[in-house]
């Protein structure tokens, strides 16, 4: 809840998350609605879809890497979601004006703490705590648009795997993970990340070879869920975290989805949290696309569903049955169109559509299926500028009625009046 209180001398604002007071100032943009979503641990849920595909993935780690027969990954799958913005962003070289730190797409508690927009915001303190393979696992945070595979509140898996040079190499002695003159100079080596195929201190070599283990051990993850016959490709990518950097995508209902982002870690980040003698490489998955392709679940916000008709169709199943989601029923769809002038100091180009994405979730909830912006038009003479959303309403498990849509569609304009200062056409 935010409220506002005020002592003799000064106001105060603060605002309540996890039963703790925070002072909020122009950062703060946490919803209630949002908050709502805190501790729900889906992914700790048991007989939970997200819960199933967790465990899964974690004995695959568990199984797959052991040194005297203990695991050697650690799993963390129980992190606080509020973090500084030194572990969101700084600690992984996420540069001051770097646009994953704007406003509009997270959600600040104020301005050095928000709630976590990818698990890697942990990866520094873990490894600064000593720490080579682990998992960490959780909920995360972002304002971001409204469709299908989209949702403001979602899971990540993220990981790091380090080695020395005596377990990368082992079968190649004499081979080294830093080039000379880091290995001459390390304090004073400007590590660069201007080649393509790899990062200045590091070798070809060990790059190459992190780069193949990386790449197999996440093909052979994605087998293991889905079987052999799985469509897979690599994208290049950039992560100011990870150089190279690369995504996967899977071929899903017709399309190539994105799946997960990884790559070798900047060696600036090791030496900044303390092993300096190691290559590490890092990824991060999303557990709703994995979750969905897998059990054919068609929207992300069933993922959220409390419904009877939905869960039973996971509970008390063994880890590897094959299930395919049966929809409920299929309830018809209804679109509004919403159109309005913006207020004098927007233009088309600099309106914050997230803003305008996160009060309609507000609003209406999780009847909004999808809100597509539909028409720009600035008009001729008045150069006022007006944008027409479309609003797709759906409720999961029942019929939506006309009026009753009409009725949320109402509210919306009429937030979207007050908090945005738009005039509705
Ligand atoms: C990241 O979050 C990086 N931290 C991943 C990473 C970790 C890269 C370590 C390198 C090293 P990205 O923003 O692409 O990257 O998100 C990772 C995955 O989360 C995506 O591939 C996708 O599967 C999922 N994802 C992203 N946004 C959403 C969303 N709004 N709803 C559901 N899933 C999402
Ligand atoms: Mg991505």
């Known amino acids: 809840s935010i409220h506002k209180y005020s002592t003799a001398t000064k106001s105060v604002s603060s605002i ?74 700084d600690d992984l070289l996420i540069p001051l004006d770097h646009v994953s730190r704007v406003k509009s797409d997270c959600y600040y508690i104020n301005n050095s703490l928000l709630l976590r927009a990818h698990m890697t915001a942990h990866q520094s303190e873990l490894l600064r705590a000593g720490l080579d393979n682990f998992l960490m696992i959780g909920d995360v945070y972002r304002r971001d648009e409204i469709d299908s595979t989209h949702y ?39 590590n660069s990340i201007i080649d393509p195929t790899k990062q200045s201190c590091h070798t070809l070599e060990a790059t190459k070879l992190m780069e193949n283990q990386l790449k197999t051990h996440l093909l052979s993850l994605v087998k293991v869920l889905f079987g052999d016959d799985i469509r897979h490709r690599w994208v290049e990518a950039y992560f100011p975290f990870t150089h190279p950097s690369w995504e ?34 890092a990824f991060g998955l999303g557990l709703e696309r994995l979750v969905m392709a897998l059990y054919k679940i068609p929207d992300i916000r069933l993922v959220w569903s409390t419904d009877s008709g939905f869960l039973t169709q996971f509970e008390n199943k063994d880890l590897h049955s094959k299930i395919i989601y049966k929809p409920v029923s299929n309830y018809p769809q209804c679109t509004n169109d919403l159109s309005f002038w913006l207020p004098p100091a927007y233009t088309i180009d600099n309106f914050i559509s997230n ?64 908090s945005l200062g738009v005039t509705i056409r």
């Open 16 to 89: 309540q998350v996890n039963n703790k007071e925070y002072p909020s100032d122009d950062y703060t943009n946490v919803t209630p609605k949002i908050l709502s979503y805190l501790n729900k641990n889906l992914h700790l849920q048991t007989g939970h879809p997200l819960c199933i595909v967790r465990q899964r993935i974690v004995n695959y780690f568990y199984s797959s890497f052991t040194h005297g027969g203990n695991p050697t990954f650690s799993v963390y799958d129980n992190l606080s979601p509020i973090v500084s913005t030194k572990q969101n962003f």
């Open 248 to 281: 996967m995508e899977i071929f899903y209902e017709n399309k190539w989805m994105e799946v997960l982002g990884c790559g070798i870690i900047r060696n600036e980040i090791l030496t900044n949290a303390g092993p300096n003698n190691s290559i590490a490489y």
């Open 152 to 190: 403001p509140v979602f899971h990540q898996v993220d990981a790091v795997r380090s080695q020395r040079k005596e377990q990368l190499f082992q079968n190649h002695p004499g081979l080294e993970i830093f080039e000379k003159p880091f290995l001459d100079n390390p304090q004073s080596f400007q």
């Open 355 to 418: 803003d305008f994405y996160d009060l309609v979730r507000d609003v209406g909830g999780d009847i909004i299926e999808q809100v597509k912006l539909k028409d720009k038009f600035v008009h001729p003479k008045t150069k006022k500028h007006s944008l027409c959303y479309s609003i797709v309403y759906r409720h999961l498990e029942r019929t939506l009625t006309q009026a009753e849509v009409n009725r949320v569609h109402r509210k919306i304009e009429e937030a979207a009046t007050e």
